[in-house]
């Protein structure tokens, strides 16, 4: 079963209600963050509480996450790295952790000429994930204070070049690719279409299939893999926003709605939402009125869990003042 714990659903801009993006995906032979925005390790930690009055269920230990993966260098998306990097050390782990994120052509043959330690050239921007990385191990994430090894993974997502730089030297790598001591479940960047080198995430298990999108416009995430069983999209606007939403590569129901549609996904989450929409009422309605009742759609509140059983039923747990309401969401392949 794939368990994704919906710990953020709001855009750059929180609210009282939603947090900055952050989710955590468990499967049987792991667990791996997703864009750990801001205040990440403090949402980690009251799910891990949540999660222990819930028999059956994988307990979220820190030690247990094989890979970080970062969908862009925006600072909402991954502000919260270091901090939960640091307590993961103070907890005791030892084993050794991937961070992934994408880079631009341009970054990744620097990164391949001059090393992941050389100096940035001029001008790249702030929110490179290569240049966050190297502040990041200048700032104490390394082995030797952290208590375990990274690994430093970068890739550009169209060409499907990938490097995995580590204390070692730096070897080439693949797109699709597993966590060590992983024999089921692989993960893979999905292209997608941001105002900054950007990437979606995909974990595929054995008769499993989840996408996140990170954020990104629509159409945006493009794919030649088989549709997944539920696609977790941002919609940050709405269609009356088609314009700024298209002005900051980001999307509305509607084009969540398409993209789901575009991949063949079974199921559509909407998440991402901008501070303005004070309902998701109506980002619902306008991505269900795209679908046309073929595909179910739902929006995702902080909390909330989407899982997938092995014969691809859905279910969104929605987050209660104790434990989840379940519904089903995707009916099972048959
Ligand atoms: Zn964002």
Known sequence: ML??????????????????????????????IIDPGEGFQDRFTVARRHLKSEAGTPRLRSRRVAAVLLTHGHLDHTWGLLPWLQTSGLD???EPLVVAGPVD???????HEHGF?????????ASDVWRQMRVWHDLGATEELLGYPLVWRLGHVASGRWM??????????TAVWSPAGWAEHRLTPVVSRHSVP???????????ALVVSGDTASPGLDSDLP???????????????????????????????????????RGLALTHFSARLADVGPSVAEAAAVLGGGVPCVALNDGDRLTVQSDGTVHH????????DARLLVEGRR
């Open 117 to 125: 330690h050389s100096l940035p050239p001029e001008g790249l921007a």
């Open 317 to 324: 747990l929605s987050r209660e003042d104790v434990g989840w």
């Open 3 to 32: 368990d994704l714990h919906v710990l953020g659903t709001a855009s750059a801009r929180p609210t009282t209600k939603r947090a900055v993006s952050g989710s955590v995906l468990a499967c049987p032979e792991g667990l791996v």
């Open 164 to 173: 995995d730089v580590t204390a070692a030297g730096t070897v080439e790598s």
């Open 227 to 265: 549709g997944p069983d539920v696609l977790v999209h941002e919609a940050t606007y709405l269609e009356e926003h088609a314009d700024r939403a298209e002005g900051h590569l980001h999307s509305t129901a509607a084009g969540a709605a398409r993209t789901a549609l575009h991949l063949d996904a």
């Open 92 to 94: 005791g782990r030892t």
């Open 198 to 208: 950007s990437c979606g995430w995909r974990i595929d298990g054995p008769s499993t």
């Open 105 to 111: 052509a341009q970054t990744f043959d620097h990164l």
